[in-house]
């Protein structure tokens, strides 16, 4: 983040996030270069889609997937490349 203020200040924040429900749990991890590490835990079996947003309203599909393990890793490699980068994690029917 910059300010438009002289002279200009800028700052960098890092944080973790871990979403928890019943069923599936997403943690987000950054990782080496700005890339992030999400790391799907859930029931095996069961198939989840994992979406991607800058804005919070307009949400694209970032990659389907089966847990067949009770872990799934994936790693966003256009994280590194989008300054701001939301994400969810939903049950497909």
Same mark, same amino acid.
């Given at each position: 983040?910059?300010? #438009? @203020?002289?002279?200009? *200040?800028?700052? +960098?924040?890092?944080?973790?996030?871990?979403?928890t429900t019943d069923s599936y749990r997403l943690d987000i991890?950054?990782?080496? #270069? @700005?890339?992030?590490? *999400?790391?799907? +835990?859930?029931?095996?079996?069961?198939?989840?889609?994992?979406?991607?947003?800058?804005?919070?309203k307009a949400w694209d599909k970032l990659v389907d997937f089966r847990i067949t393990t009770s872990h799934y890793p994936f790693i966003d490699v256009e994280s590194a490349t989008n300054a701001v980068r939301f994400y969810r994690l939903q049950l497909k029917p």
């Open positions: 983040m910059t300010d #438009g @203020g002289s002279p200009a *200040l800028s700052a +960098t924040v890092t944080f973790q996030i871990a979403v991890h950054p990782i080496i #270069g @700005g890339l992030m590490k *999400l790391e799907i +835990t859930g029931a095996t079996g069961v198939d989840y889609e994992l979406q991607k947003s800058a804005d919070l």
